[in-house]
């Protein structure tokens, strides 16, 4: 099973940039993912989709991190605050690239989580569907939401 571990790695490691959005915050999310599916090596049932199983481990680890994260910049930012202290927004290197990533971000998640499994990994809508935890149709409906979204907006247009 760690053969088969890390021939994943680069496929896990895209899955939790696109959540994660930050390259710190995506390795410990595949650390994370990594260490819990060995853990859990028992539970995985030999003959189904590795991958998918794998980016469920890592997907329930982001979601968990985020909600810990929103409890605690909750604490934060009211004491931020209180005292007038504030941090500067993430700048990024190209105008296209933040007028893309910023036309993804605004995405509802579910969108945003449909076009990156099936689009950017290229997860099958089934697959796609097993990870997110809904029905197939579910997946499609999504990703036709946001790719309507993403034609629908002046940057992004002309690639969509």
């Not at 099973?1 to 390795?27: C, F, G, I, N, V």
């Not at 329930?60 to 009211?78: C, E, M, Q, S, V």
């Not at 007038?84 to 690239?97: D, R, V």
Request: charged share 25%; proline share 5%; glycine share 4%.
């Amino acid at each position: 099973m760690r053969a088969e571990l890390t021939d994943e790695l680069p496929h896990l490691r895209r899955y939790a940039m696109s959540l994660a959005r930050q390259k710190d915050e995506a390795d410990d999310l595949v650390q994370e993912c990594l260490v819990k599916a060995l853990a859990a090596a028992d539970k995985f049932e030999p003959g189904t989709n590795l991958r998918a199983w794998l980016f469920t481990i890592l997907r329930n680890a982001f979601i968990n991190k985020t909600r810990d994260r929103a409890r605690a910049n909750a604490l934060t930012d009211g004491m931020a605050k209180l005292y007038g202290m504030s941090s500067p927004p993430a700048q990024h290197s190209t105008l296209e690239l933040r007028e893309t990533t910023a036309a993804i971000d605004r995405l509802p998640p579910s969108q945003r989580q449909a076009l990156i499994l099936v689009v950017h990994e290229g997860c099958s809508y089934q697959t796609a569907a097993k990870i997110m935890g809904t029905p197939t149709g579910t997946v499609r409906s999504r990703l036709s939401r946001a790719r309507e979204a993403l034609r629908a907006e002046p940057t992004c247009a002309a690639s969509a």
